[in-house]
């Protein structure tokens, strides 16, 4: 792997890219921490300085949005949203594209559809991010946001002539500038760098915050501790990677065929098929649905129902066994089902069958979508609790050592690990495959 980035520098257009991918990066990391216009950054300071020193669940139900910011969030600053609202609207776009057939007939018309598609993408992003911005900024004018009660952050300026709303919608609208400036930076980096552009920014947020926490571990728990944790981590780390490029290849023939004088077809290859087909979709779906009940209740404090206190019991401890099975269970179902509505076995088929190719033993058609969704579902299984694992593995870290404050943020588990493997992996791929484009020396030299 070294020698390939070696090699990618010593090659001036890939050099250029690279050096385009890290310039990006540094700018969304600049922007994260630029406090937008109107806030009290001395105050927000002061507000998230216990929540740095203490556990990350003292962030409330927004310690994985404001992990995927790399702390931006919680400081109130420019790309404060980060890339959350396009993932949320590329996420809702791929489930609406199964049930409204307008979208289905985009998505079969090829680059042009998929174009259109983008745009409809980006659109909803700008919605969501609005509607983010706005919720964040009331919910950091209550306390619910930093988890205590932080007055002041939103100055009123009324006295020197500024409405107070006009400042809302100020820090509101230079948030979702901020999305639509990240939304960009991440297409410039696909089209003009290494790697995909969205994925490389949760990337650098998230590694962003491992110094940091290396640094904390280290000097709570002392070196020896620290060094068992970094031996458990890179094994995890294994662990995944092999999980990670674990496929299966159905083999797949293309019969031959005449075009006027000559033949045609007769070539061998096969379909990938993952383990993990879902990706980290599934645990952020699941995540992100076990942060609802616990929002609610920050919402119902003082009530005294039978769901508040069945929420405030099992759900508000991460290291509770009913929260960590419905995290695991939750992750399960969400991959199953979102491997279904992904992988289309019967488009797979078909487009097989037009083109004369069969996976051998198999008839073409609708035996072969039936074969290829058994080799699916069976493929699924290890991969949801592959996952359900990686995920819960720190809440079964505070349950085995009973230390919730040093593991609540283990740097080598739960969604950080699946995210910066998946991106390393996938953008060292990328830039392999450019250097055989441009070192290709055939068979003859």
Known sequence: MLSAFVSAFKTPDL?????????????????????????????????IAPLQDADSDSAGVFGILNLFT??????????????????????????LTVVIPRLEQLRKEGQPGQAKINQYTRYLTVGLATLQAAGYIALARNGTLMGADCPGMLPNLSDQGIPFWLSIVTVVAVMVAGTTMIMWFGEQVTERGVG??????????????????????QQTEGWFLFGIIVVVGIAIMVAVVFIE?????????????MVGRRMYGGTNTYIPIKVNQAGIIPVIFGSSLLYIPTLLLQLNQGSD???????STYLTDQGS??????????????????????????DIADNMKKAGGFVPGVRPGKPTASYLQQVLSRLTFPGSIYLALIAILPNLAIVIMGNQDLFAQFPFGGTSVLIMVGVGLESVRQIESQLEQRHYQGFLR
């Not at 790399?70 to 489930?95: D, E, H, K």
Request: glycine residues 6%.
């Open 196 to 217: 995909n552009g969205m994925s490389l920014m949760i990337f650098a947020s998230i590694a962003s915050a491992l110094p940091g926490q290396f640094w904390t571990l």
């Open 305 to 311: 129902s039978a769901w508040v206190s069945f929420v």
């Open 70 to 95: 790399g702390g931006a969030l919680l400081q109130l600053s420019v790309f404060a949203l980060g890339v959350m609202p396009y993932i949320t609207a590329s996420i809702i776009m791929q489930l």
């Open 15 to 47: 050099r250029k890219k690279i050096l385009f991918t890290l310039f990006i990066i540094a700018l969304y990391r600049l922007g994260a921490q630029t406090p937008s216009p109107g806030i009290d950054y001395a105050t927000v300071q002061a507000c």
């Open 321 to 346: 066994w009913v929260y960590i099975s419905m995290y695991a269970l939750m992750i399960i179902f969400f991959t199953y089902f979102y491997v279904s509505i992904t992988f289309r076995a019967d």
């Open 245 to 257: 490029q674990s496929q299966r290849r159905i083999p797949v023939q293309y019969a031959k065929k």
